[in-house]
């Protein structure tokens, strides 16, 4: 259903995400840091929630880079 609601969505021009990103997302591996914190002692500074968050405000907010690649875009 979501897939679904996202391609309507995506031909009306109402979100700039395509459904082929979902599915690209969705086929996206789970990282377990438990051998980086075994091995290394290593701890992630931010949690998924807060990863996500940043990731989905830089989206909405066209945030970018001055590169032809990364340069940001406004939405809506």
């Known amino acids: 259903m979501v897939r679904t609601a996202l391609s309507a969505a995506w031909r009306t ?40 968050s940043a990731f989905l405000h830089g989206v909405r907010g066209g945030a970018g880079l001055n590169t032809p690649p990364l340069v940001g875009r406004k939405w809506g």
């Open 13 to 52: 021009h109402a979100v700039p995400a395509s459904p082929h990103l979902f599915d690209a997302v969705l086929r996206l591996p789970a990282l377990d840091c438990a051998r980086a914190h075994g091995l290394l002692g290593w701890q992630p500074s931010r949690s998924a929630q807060e990863a996500l």
